[in-house]
Structures are given as C-alpha cells and as structure tokens.
C-alpha cells in the first residue's frame, strides 16, 4: 500500500512541474498518512490522486476528513468532488473534472433521504424573501451590500458561476440554508455540517443553530440558553452521548433535549430523524398577527411526542395551553389591534404606501418583527425573561409610548376604539384599590 503511495505521488509531482516547489512538503505527507484501522479503507484512485496534493497543500482540510465517518468507510475527495454529469459548474483541476461546490444533489447521491426532506423544507426555500419587508429593508433602506454580506449569509446566495473554476465572488463563499446552486440544487448542506469533519455530534450542538437563529428577532439560542432545557444541556454535556450513531431521546441519552432533539430528533415511537424543520410547528410565531400552521394538530402531536419522553401529559398539555394563551393574548390585545390601525392610516391615506418612510412604520415593525417574536417564541421555549423584558415589555412600551400616540398624530381619532376597549381601560386611571395596593407594597418593602 504505502509504496503504491509513494510511486503515485512520485508520477503525480513530476508530471505537473508547475507544482514542483511543493514536492518536498508532498512526500513528507505520505509519512502522515492515516494508522491502519480495523476498518478496512478503500479509496479510489482518483480519490488518492487528489489526497497526494492535498495532503500537503490543505494539510489541515485532510485531517479533517481522516476524522471523519467519511473516512471510515472510504469515502473520499473524489466520491464527494467527482462532477455531476451536467453540472454546469464543473472544472478541470488536474485531469480530473470535480465540482468545487458540492451541492445538495452530490450528497444525496448517497444520502436520498436526508436530502429529499431538507429540500422540501423552508430551509431550502429560504432565499424567497423578496417582497418582504426585511428584504425592502435591507436592499433599499440599508442599502444592498447589506443584503450580501447579511442576509444571504444565513438564508443562502444565489451563485454564480463565471466558468474556470471561479465563482462571482459577491456570491460565493456561501452556505446559506437556501442557497442556490449552479446545479439548481436548493441550500448547502454545510450550513450545519461543518466540513469536511461532517461530524453529528457537532451538528446536534445547540450552536450550530445559533449561527443563525439568534439575535433580536428570533431570538433562539438566547431562550434555549436561558431555559432549563439549555441549563441542563451544558451541566450534562458530557452525557449527552452526542457522539453516538443513533440518536433517541430516551434511550441513547436522556439528560436534556436540544435544538436539534425538539425540532429533527427521533423518538423511541418515531426513531427516524427528520431534515425537515417545520413538521413540528403548530403555529408560526414570525408574523406581525400569528395564525396556525396547515395541519397543526398532527405537527403539534409530534412535537409532543418528544415532550413525553421526559414529562408526563398533564404538564406537557398544561405547557401548551400556557404557550397558546401567551400567543392568543398577542395577537388579540396588541397584533390584531394595531395592524387594524396601519391598515386604516393606509386606507386613508395617513401614511404612504413606502415602507420605513415614516416613525410610525419602524415602531410598529420593531413591535412585531423583533419585541412580538421575542414574546412569543420565549413562551414557545421557556425562556421567561425573552417573554417578558425583551418581549411583551418593550411591546407594551412602544404600543403605548409610540405606536398609539403617532397614530392619533397622524389621524386624529383613530386609536379611538382601540384605547376604549376593556384591555386598555386602565389608561384612563387605575382603581382607587389598585393604587393603594401599590402604595402599601413600596412601604412595605423599601419603606419607601
Ligand atoms: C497536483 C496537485 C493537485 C491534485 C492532484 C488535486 N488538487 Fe485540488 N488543489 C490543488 C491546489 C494546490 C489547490 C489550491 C489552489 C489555490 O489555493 O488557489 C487546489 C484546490 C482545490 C479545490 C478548491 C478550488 C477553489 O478554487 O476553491 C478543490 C475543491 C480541490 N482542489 C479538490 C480536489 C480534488 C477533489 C482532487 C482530486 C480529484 C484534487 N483537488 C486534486 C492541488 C491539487
Ligand atoms: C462528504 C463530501 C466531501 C468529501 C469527502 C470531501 N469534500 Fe471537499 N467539500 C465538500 C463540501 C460540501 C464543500 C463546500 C463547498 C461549498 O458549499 O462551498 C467542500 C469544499 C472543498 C474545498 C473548497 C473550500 C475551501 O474550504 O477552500 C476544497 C479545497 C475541498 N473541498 C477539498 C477536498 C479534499 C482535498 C477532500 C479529500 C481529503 C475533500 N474535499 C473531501 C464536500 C466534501
Ligand atoms: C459516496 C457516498 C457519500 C457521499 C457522496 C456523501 N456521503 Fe455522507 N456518508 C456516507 C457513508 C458511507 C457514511 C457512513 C455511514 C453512515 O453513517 O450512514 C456517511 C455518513 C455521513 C454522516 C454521519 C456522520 C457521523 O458522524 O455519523 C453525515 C452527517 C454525512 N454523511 C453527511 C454528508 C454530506 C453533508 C454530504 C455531502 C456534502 C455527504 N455526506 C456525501 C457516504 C456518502
Ligand atoms: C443571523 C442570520 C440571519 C440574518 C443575517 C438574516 N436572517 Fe432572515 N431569518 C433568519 C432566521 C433564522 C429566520 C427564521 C426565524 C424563525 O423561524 O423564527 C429568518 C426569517 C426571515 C424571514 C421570515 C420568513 C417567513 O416565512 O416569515 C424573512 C422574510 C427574512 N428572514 C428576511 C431576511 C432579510 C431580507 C435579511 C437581511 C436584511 C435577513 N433575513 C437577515 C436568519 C437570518
Ligand atoms: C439545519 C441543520 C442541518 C442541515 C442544513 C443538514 N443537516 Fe444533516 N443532520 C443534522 C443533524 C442535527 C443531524 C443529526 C440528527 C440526529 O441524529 O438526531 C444530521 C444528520 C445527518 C446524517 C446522518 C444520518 C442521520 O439522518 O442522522 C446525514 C447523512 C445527513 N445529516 C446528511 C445531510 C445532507 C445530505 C444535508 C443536505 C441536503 C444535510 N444533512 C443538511 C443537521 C442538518
Ligand atoms: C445557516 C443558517 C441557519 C442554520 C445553521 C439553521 N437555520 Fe433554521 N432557519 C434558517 C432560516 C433563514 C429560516 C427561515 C426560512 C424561511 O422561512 O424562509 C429557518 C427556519 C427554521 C425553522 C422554522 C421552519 C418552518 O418550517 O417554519 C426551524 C424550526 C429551524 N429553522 C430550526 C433549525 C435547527 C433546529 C437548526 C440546527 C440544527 C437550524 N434551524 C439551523 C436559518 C438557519
Ligand atoms: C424542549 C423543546 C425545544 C427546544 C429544546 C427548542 N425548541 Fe424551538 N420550539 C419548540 C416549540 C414547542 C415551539 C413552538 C411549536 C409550535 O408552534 O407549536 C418551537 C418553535 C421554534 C421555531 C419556530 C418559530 C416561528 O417563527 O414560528 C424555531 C425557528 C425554533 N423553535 C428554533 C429552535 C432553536 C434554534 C433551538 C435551539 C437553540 C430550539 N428551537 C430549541 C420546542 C423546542
Ligand atoms: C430529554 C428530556 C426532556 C425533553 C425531551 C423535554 N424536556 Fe422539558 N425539562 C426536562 C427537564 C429535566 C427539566 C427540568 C425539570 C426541573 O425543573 O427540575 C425540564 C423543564 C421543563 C419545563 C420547566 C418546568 C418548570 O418547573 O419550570 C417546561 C415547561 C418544559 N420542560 C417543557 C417541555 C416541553 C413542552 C417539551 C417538549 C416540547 C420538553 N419540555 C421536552 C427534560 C426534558
């Protein structure tokens, strides 16, 4: 084996002069070349053709993989970079044709299932956001280098291919979930799995779906790590067997659930994994008004299926009714009422039909897209300081400290209903016993 190395990184580095500087540092990897295993390696030709060089121009890259279950059970360079027939991003790197973007279609090549679910989620569809007013954001308002260097970041690019191996590179490096690829293929498959290590363990981390759902408006990992689940999590890392083939909740570990557990996990009842995030979602919390997702019932059924290996149905049904009745109270005492008025100061004509031209636009998107969210998903996932200080705080304060003054402002009489109905009576006064209440609880405590 190991001379069958050496002579073909012998013709390799003297048939390709242009590369004869590196030969020293090439022979010397030969000598790094991976312990037997008890697995038995096959490689292919091709395959060892491309670890000759690389093993000495990406020594890093190429421990990576040697790390790697790929590597294991001999799947190498060649086997993933191997162009696709019709590929229109297909190059010609020493001899060989490969793709240097291995899209979603070269995997499924060998993983059909994993793949066929991820496309058919909305990770893959995640560069559809033109037309919504984060796009209008961020293309017109911002200005669109934004766009580039944000949000394509994290939904995905559109790349483009210039031929010879080059790429435009305003659109690649990328590996958004929604990618588009010069193949037609939807996402990038490395957006959780980081090559070329291709590790579970690492794809089930909590962080890696931070890398995306985080920050002021949609705020996950911050409530995760909040939350008991996320308190456990990292007391207990080490129990987490993250390591391990299969990944049950129950039976392989059983210290805390995770991202990945509650949304992709399987199940002892259903031990399948799923690539596709959505079909445990009976609402969706991401809209200025939330309204259930189609077929809710089934998708909150397996959620709970999840739940139930861990908590009794009394509490887990209990959870529900507390997270329903947070997202009912939003909508109805702040979402339903002031999309009413937006509506009414368009159809009036008291604003404009520009977005983000007026005060008015960014309190009531923030109030929604970022304060509405947090409140919402922090009782989806429990963390209560999300619920409240991010949440339904700072939706209450611009509800009433700007959005309902900049209405009247705009068009006087419009708030009318809305400050009138029993939810806001209390702007006209608190009770006589409520502010005696308050009265004695400051006495009482601070003395005060
Ligand atoms: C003769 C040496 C040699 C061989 C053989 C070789 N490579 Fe490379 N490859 C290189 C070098 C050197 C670079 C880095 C070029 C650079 O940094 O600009 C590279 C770059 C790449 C890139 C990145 C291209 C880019 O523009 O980002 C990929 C992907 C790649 N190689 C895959 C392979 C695969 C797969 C094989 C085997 C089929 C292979 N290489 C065989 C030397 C080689
Ligand atoms: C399991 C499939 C797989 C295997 C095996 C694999 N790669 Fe890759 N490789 C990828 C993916 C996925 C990308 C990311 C392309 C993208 O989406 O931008 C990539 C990107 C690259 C790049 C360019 C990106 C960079 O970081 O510069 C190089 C170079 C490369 N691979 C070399 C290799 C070499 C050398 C081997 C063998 C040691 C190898 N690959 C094995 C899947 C694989
Ligand atoms: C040539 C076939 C082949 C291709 C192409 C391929 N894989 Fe694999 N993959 C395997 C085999 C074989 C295993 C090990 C057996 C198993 O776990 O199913 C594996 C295992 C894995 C694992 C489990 C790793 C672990 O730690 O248990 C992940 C994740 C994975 N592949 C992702 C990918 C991704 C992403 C791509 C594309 C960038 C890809 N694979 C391309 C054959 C392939
Ligand atoms: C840090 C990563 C990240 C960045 C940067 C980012 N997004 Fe997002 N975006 C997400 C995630 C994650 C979600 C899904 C949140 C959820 O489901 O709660 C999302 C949701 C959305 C949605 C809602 C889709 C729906 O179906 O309701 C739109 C629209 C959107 N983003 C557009 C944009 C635009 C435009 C930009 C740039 C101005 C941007 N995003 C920047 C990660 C990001
Ligand atoms: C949103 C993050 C994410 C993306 C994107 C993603 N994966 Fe995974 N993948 C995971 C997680 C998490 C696991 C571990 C699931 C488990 O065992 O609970 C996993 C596991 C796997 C496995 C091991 C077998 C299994 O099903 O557990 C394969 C193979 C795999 N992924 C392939 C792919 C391929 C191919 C793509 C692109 C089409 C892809 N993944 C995209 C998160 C992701
Ligand atoms: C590279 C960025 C990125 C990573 C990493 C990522 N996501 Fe997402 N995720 C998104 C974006 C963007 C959306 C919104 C897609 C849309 O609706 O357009 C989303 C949406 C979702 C949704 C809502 C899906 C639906 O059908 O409504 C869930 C649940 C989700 N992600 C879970 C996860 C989990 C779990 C992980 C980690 C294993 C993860 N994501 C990793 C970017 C990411
Ligand atoms: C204990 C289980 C659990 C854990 C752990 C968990 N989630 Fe959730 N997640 C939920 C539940 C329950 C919902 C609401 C489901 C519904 O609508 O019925 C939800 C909702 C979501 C949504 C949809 C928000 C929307 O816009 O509609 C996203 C995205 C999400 N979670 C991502 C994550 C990420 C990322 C992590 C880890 C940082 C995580 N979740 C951890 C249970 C969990
Ligand atoms: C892997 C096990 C596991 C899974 C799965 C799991 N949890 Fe938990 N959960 C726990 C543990 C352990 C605690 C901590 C109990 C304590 O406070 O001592 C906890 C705490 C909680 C709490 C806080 C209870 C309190 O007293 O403050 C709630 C609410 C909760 N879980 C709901 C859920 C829901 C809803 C799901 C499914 C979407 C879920 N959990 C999934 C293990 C799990």
Redesign the pocket.
Known sequence: MRAFFIRLCTFVFLSISTLQAQTPKATGAVAHLPPPKAVHLKFSTQGQVCLACHSASTPALVQQWKDSKHYQHGVDCYSCHKANPGDPATVDHYGQKIAIIVTPKYCGNCHARETDQYEHSRHAQATQFIGSLDNVLGEVVEGAPAVQSECVQCHGSKVKYLGDGKFDSSTWPNSGVGRVNPDGSLGSCSACHGRHSFSVAQARAPETCGKCHMGPDHPQIEIYNE???GI?YRANRDKMNLNSTTWI??KD?????TCV??HMGGTPDHPEPTHDTGTRLSWTLRPAVSIHQADWQNKRAS??D??L???ASG??NN??KQFDDSVNFYNAKYGEPSAAIMKKLADTGAITSTPFDTQIKWDYFEMWHHEGRAARMGSAM?GPDFTQWHGFYEVAKDFYMKFLPEAEKLSPGVTKEVVNSPDNIWLKGLSKQQIQQEIDYYKKRYNQ
């Open positions: 939350s008991m689940h456990l909740v129950g570990y059983t210290a805390a659930p557990t509650c959620m709970q999840v739940c290996n861990c908590h509490m887990v959870f529900y429990n």
